[in-house]
């Protein structure tokens, strides 16, 4: 047996979000399929990262375990074949440790949301950034972010339907940058909670638009409150960018 760690490029917006569901189809059950198909074995992937439905992937990374022998190549080449035509690519393809595991060897995840501040909507990029008609003030939204950044209980930026044991997590950055008509929002922490970088770019949102000030950040994160969240961002901006190990 070879526990392959794969990496992993995905559209979701087909998608219910990575992990299987059974009320619509999923990143791993359109790879778990393929993989089976190939190698006539029932498998099992374990990500890095569970993304909701609409969020995309530029390199997430999960691990499976497979009997038959293959090489890197055609495992890749095979997978990709059979997952047509879902949205979905394996980029690279490495042998691991039978130890090691996507979601528990993981050090880092680092997410990245793209915001669209121009009145035309978007004519190629649809349904991958979220589109506002009105100019946002970047430098607001940057002195806001700092307030975010560090250790803090971020039970305000936490989906009610969260499952991790606490709310307390430390974001390591949380940086701002223009390219062109877009606001790229980058995020880093070892783990975030279910939905916090989509809460936290929505309130960032409201301070750019000038509907919120920078100290409105801070006392949303100071409420600890589900109640004084602004805004919860759409998923179709989201991508998980990269695992780090």
């Known amino acids: 047996m070879t526990r392959w760690r794969l990496t992993i490029e995905y559209d979701g917006a087909p998608f219910m979000g990575w ?5 619509g189809p ?6 778990e399929e393929a993989i089976e198909q ?14 909701d439905a609409g969020v995309h992937a530029l390199g997430m990374a999960a691990h499976v375990d497979i009997d038959r022998p293959l090489t890197a190549h ?14 979905v690519a394996i980029l690279a393809a490495e042998p691991v440790a039978d130890d090691w595991h996507a979601r528990f060897s993981c050090t880092g995840r680092r997410y990245l949301y793209r915001l669209l501040a121009r009145r035309a909507p978007p004519a190629l990029d649809r349904g991958r950034v979220w589109h506002l008609a009105l100019p946002l003030d970047d430098e607001a ?13 971020f039970t305000t930026f936490r989906s009610v339907n969260c ?18 008509d877009e606001l790229h929002v980058r995020a880093a922490a070892r783990s975030f909670l279910h939905h916090q970088v989509r809460s936290m770019v929505g309130c960032l949102a409201l301070v750019g638009q000038g ?7 801070k006392a949303a994160l100071d409420a600890k409150d589900r109640q004084a969240l602004g805004f919860n961002a759409p998923p179709h901006g989201l991508y998980f960018v990269e695992a780090a190990y």
């Open 74 to 87: 055609r495992l890749r080449e095979g997978v990709n074949a059979l997952a047509r035509p879902a949205p």
């Open 19 to 23: 992990q299987r569901q059974d009320h």
């Open 26 to 31: 999923s990143v791993q059950q359109a790879l």
């Open 211 to 217: 509907r919120w000030t920078p100290g409105d950040m």
């Open 141 to 153: 939204m940057r002195e806001a972010a700092a307030h975010l950044v560090g250790l803090h209980d």
């Open 38 to 51: 190939m190698t006539g074995e029932p498998v099992r992937l374990h990500a890095a990262g569970r993304t």
């Open 163 to 180: 499952q991790s044991a606490s709310p307390i997590k430390t974001l390591d950055s949380l940086d701002i940058t223009r390219e062109g």
